[in-house]
């Protein structure tokens, strides 16, 4: 069974920090390409930051220079350090793979999201 848990997730204001974690099992995690998505209410779920197997990575527009997405390969976890969050940044946060798992199948899969709220 494939499993990302997130955590890290609460209330920050505004201009504040706060750093997710998503812990993977089930899955050869050398061998997926790692994410963090976001979805705000009424609105499409939109990528945040992704990390490649060889440790490459991308990241919204919004978030370039404010966020950071790392992996740990030792730990099966990948991390996303937020910092100078705003209002806009509200959102349920989702942890993403894609890669191989370890039943030797290959898949996309999602965890059960994290609440991240920035407010004063």
């Known amino acids: 069974q494939v499993q990302l848990v997130e955590s890290g997730g609460g209330l920050v204001q505004p201009g504040g920090s706060l750093r997710l974690t998503c812990a993977a099992s089930?899955?050869?995690?050398?061998?997926?390409?790692m994410g963090w998505y976001r979805q705000a209410p009424g609105k499409q779920r939109e990528l945040v930051a992704t990390?490649?197997?060889?440790?490459?990575?991308n990241y919204a527009d919004s978030v370039k220079g404010r966020f950071t997405i790392s992996r740990d390969n030792a730990k099966n976890t990948v991390y996303l350090q937020m910092n100078s969050l705003k209002p806009e940044d509200t959102a349920v946060y989702y942890c993403?793979?894609?890669?191989?798992?370890?039943?030797?199948?290959?898949?996309?899969?999602w965890g059960q999201g994290t609440q991240v709220t920035v407010s004063s």
């Open positions: 990390i490649t197997i060889g440790g490459s990575t």
């Open positions: 993403n793979s894609d890669g191989r798992t370890v039943y030797n199948r290959r898949g996309v899969y």
């Open positions: 089930g899955i050869i995690f050398s061998l997926n390409h």
